[in-house]
Protein backbone atom coordinates (compact mmCIF):
# COMPACT_ATOMS: atom_id res chain seq x y z
CA UNK A 1 0.00 0.00 0.00
CA UNK A 2 1.14 3.38 -1.05
CA UNK A 3 1.52 5.91 2.07
CA UNK A 4 2.78 8.82 3.45
CA UNK A 5 2.77 9.50 7.30
CA UNK A 6 3.31 12.80 8.63
CA UNK A 7 4.87 12.74 11.90
CA UNK A 8 6.30 16.08 14.45
CA UNK A 9 3.59 18.11 14.97
CA UNK A 10 2.47 19.32 18.39
CA UNK A 11 1.77 23.03 20.43
CA UNK A 12 4.61 24.37 20.33
CA UNK A 13 5.32 28.59 22.33
CA UNK A 14 5.97 31.31 19.14
CA UNK A 15 9.48 31.34 18.69
CA UNK A 16 9.93 27.40 19.15
CA UNK A 17 10.71 25.19 16.49
CA UNK A 18 9.48 21.68 15.38
CA UNK A 19 10.81 19.62 13.11
CA UNK A 20 8.13 17.51 10.74
CA UNK A 21 9.09 14.41 9.22
CA UNK A 22 7.01 12.75 5.93
CA UNK A 23 7.92 9.18 5.86
CA UNK A 24 7.01 6.83 2.60
CA UNK A 25 5.79 3.64 2.78
CA UNK A 26 5.49 1.13 -0.96
CA UNK A 27 7.64 3.41 -2.91
CA UNK A 28 10.40 5.00 -2.83
CA UNK A 29 11.05 9.06 -2.53
CA UNK A 30 13.68 9.25 -5.25
CA UNK A 31 11.71 9.82 -8.41
CA UNK A 32 9.61 12.47 -7.10
CA UNK A 33 9.31 15.79 -5.91
CA UNK A 34 7.99 16.09 -2.29
CA UNK A 35 6.24 19.29 -1.25
CA UNK A 36 4.90 20.74 1.97
CA UNK A 37 1.31 22.41 2.40
CA UNK A 38 -1.21 23.86 5.23
CA UNK A 39 -4.20 24.21 6.07
CA UNK A 40 -6.39 26.76 8.16
CA UNK A 41 -10.34 25.74 8.29
CA UNK A 42 -11.90 27.72 5.78
CA UNK A 43 -8.95 28.52 3.93
CA UNK A 44 -7.45 27.17 0.69
CA UNK A 45 -4.69 24.33 1.21
CA UNK A 46 -1.15 26.36 0.47
CA UNK A 47 2.34 25.23 -0.46
CA UNK A 48 4.75 26.38 1.34
CA UNK A 49 7.76 24.49 0.35
CA UNK A 50 8.97 21.80 -2.13
CA UNK A 51 12.24 20.04 -3.34
CA UNK A 52 12.32 18.28 -6.88
CA UNK A 53 13.46 15.18 -7.29
CA UNK A 54 16.74 14.67 -8.88
CA UNK A 55 18.30 18.38 -9.13
CA UNK A 56 17.74 19.20 -5.47
CA UNK A 57 15.73 22.33 -6.40
CA UNK A 58 13.72 23.86 -3.54
CA UNK A 59 10.73 26.28 -3.26
CA UNK A 60 9.83 28.31 -0.36
CA UNK A 61 6.77 30.41 0.73
CA UNK A 62 7.52 34.05 1.60
CA UNK A 63 5.60 33.52 4.51
CA UNK A 64 8.07 31.00 5.61
CA UNK A 65 11.49 32.15 3.77
CA UNK A 66 14.73 32.20 6.18
CA UNK A 67 12.49 29.87 9.15
CA UNK A 68 11.89 27.07 7.56
CA UNK A 69 14.01 24.33 6.07
CA UNK A 70 13.04 21.17 3.42
CA UNK A 71 15.46 17.94 3.14
CA UNK A 72 15.67 15.08 1.84
CA UNK A 73 16.91 11.76 3.23
CA UNK A 74 16.12 9.58 -0.18
CA UNK A 75 18.05 6.45 1.87
CA UNK A 76 15.51 6.52 4.96
CA UNK A 77 12.88 7.00 2.34
CA UNK A 78 11.54 10.52 4.18
CA UNK A 79 11.03 14.38 3.53
CA UNK A 80 11.55 16.67 6.37
CA UNK A 81 10.78 20.30 7.29
CA UNK A 82 12.64 22.25 10.36
CA UNK A 83 10.22 25.04 11.11
CA UNK A 84 12.28 27.62 13.57
CA UNK A 85 10.88 30.78 14.77
CA UNK A 86 7.71 29.78 14.56
CA UNK A 87 4.59 32.14 15.19
CA UNK A 88 1.02 31.91 15.76
CA UNK A 89 0.28 32.50 12.03
CA UNK A 90 1.69 29.41 11.17
CA UNK A 91 -0.70 26.70 13.04
CA UNK A 92 -2.39 24.86 10.16
CA UNK A 93 -2.75 21.31 9.74
CA UNK A 94 0.72 20.53 7.46
CA UNK A 95 0.48 17.85 4.79
CA UNK A 96 3.28 16.14 2.68
CA UNK A 97 2.68 15.07 -1.07
CA UNK A 98 4.65 13.62 -3.51
CA UNK A 99 4.61 13.96 -7.66
CA UNK A 100 6.35 12.28 -10.55
CA UNK A 101 9.21 14.04 -11.84
CA UNK A 102 11.47 17.03 -11.30
CA UNK A 103 9.09 20.08 -10.97
CA UNK A 104 7.43 21.91 -8.02
CA UNK A 105 4.28 23.18 -8.66
CA UNK A 106 2.31 25.30 -6.04
CA UNK A 107 -1.25 23.96 -6.68
CA UNK A 108 -2.26 20.64 -4.73
CA UNK A 109 -4.10 18.97 -7.68
CA UNK A 110 -0.71 18.21 -8.97
CA UNK A 111 0.27 15.83 -6.51
CA UNK A 112 -0.33 12.51 -6.42
CA UNK A 113 0.29 11.17 -3.08
CA UNK A 114 -0.41 12.61 0.40
CA UNK A 115 -0.57 12.34 4.11
CA UNK A 116 -2.97 12.26 6.86
CA UNK A 117 -1.87 15.41 8.24
CA UNK A 118 -0.04 16.66 11.18
CA UNK A 119 -1.92 19.82 13.23
CA UNK A 120 0.51 22.60 14.49
CA UNK A 121 -0.33 24.95 16.47
CA UNK A 122 1.98 27.88 18.03
CA UNK A 123 0.41 29.59 20.83
CA UNK A 124 1.36 30.74 24.42
Known amino acids: QLQLVESGGGLVQPGGSLRLSCAASGFTLDSYSIGWFRQVPGKEREAISC????????YYADSVKGRFTISRDNAKNAVYLQMNSLKPEDTAVYFCATRLGDWCPRSPPEYLYWGQGTQVTVSS
Open 51 to 58: ITSTDGNI
